[in-house]
């Protein structure tokens, strides 16, 4: 068994009379350290796919399966303890505290966790330098720009050493000299740390870096392009 399998999921929403279909049946095997792009136009279903993997939403059915575990079977709670333990999301919008310095927005998963002070500061820090952002941790959101922010995203990501990272559009609001540097940050942290990382996104730049690009359509797969050495494979 691979290290995440989804087989069959379905998600519907009941908008008046009419039932839509987010996902129409997904069957994908993902490995463990793979780095795989979700395509598709507004609507394919890539960001509600992305939040049934992280177990932020229910599928209406088909199973998946991380390591072993069956997320669909879980309740709330037990969703939620798996997530912090083995999932990371870094999102677009960064989703920073603006209340918070960079520093307390990193180290936050870490108090989520009920780690003393000390050592989240502590790793906070040490996340902080490898992600480059080490001189701003006492700038709150607003007295940073883009990248930084999306560093900071970053990092609080990674603070918990997740297995796996989800990353919705990661550089939907950077240019595209920020996007590179992100993109190439991300990789090689993900490399060195063996991270399983699937990340939605309509930025061929995002594209370029990943070793899958899974492409939706109405819900489905409706391609799968395998890069090997510079050359797409589909």
Do not use: C
């Not at 009941?14 to 987010?22: C, L, M, R, S, W």
């Not at 870094?90 to 108090?111: C, D, K, M, R």
């Amino acid at each position: 068994m691979s290290f995440i399998e989804l087989r069959n999921i379905k998600k519907e929403f009941k908008i008046g009379e009419n039932i839509v279909k987010a996902l129409d049946g997904i069957n994908l095997s993902i490995e463990k350290k793979e780095i795989i792009s979700i395509t598709g136009r507004s609507g394919s279903g890539k960001s509600t796919l992305l939040n049934i993997l992280a177990g932020l939403e229910k599928s209406t059915d088909g199973e998946i399966i991380i390591e072993g575990e069956h997320i669909e079977k879980m309740g709330e709670s037990q969703r939620i303890k798996f997530r912090r333990k083995n999932i990371g999301f870094i999102f677009q919008s960064y989703n920073l505290l603006p209340q918070y310095t960079a520093l307390e927005n990193v180290a936050l998963p870490l108090a989520l966790k009920g780690i003393e002070p000390k050592e989240r500061i502590e790793k906070a820090r040490e996340i902080m330098k490898q992600v480059g952002i080490e001189t701003h941790e006492n700038h709150r959101p607003n007295e940073m720009s883009g990248g930084q922010q999306q560093r900071v995203g970053i990092a609080r990501a990674l603070i918990t050493d997740p297995a796996i990272v989800l990353a919705d559009e990661p550089t939907g609001n950077l240019d595209t000299r920020t996007s590179i540097e992100v993109m190439e940050l991300l990789i090689n942290l993900f490399k060195e740390k063996g991270t399983t990382f699937l990340l939605v996104s309509h930025d061929e730049v995002a594209k370029n870096y990943t070793e899958r690009t899974i492409n939706l359509l109405d819900g489905k797969i409706v391609d799968i392009e395998q890069i090997f050495r510079g050359t797409i494979l589909t």
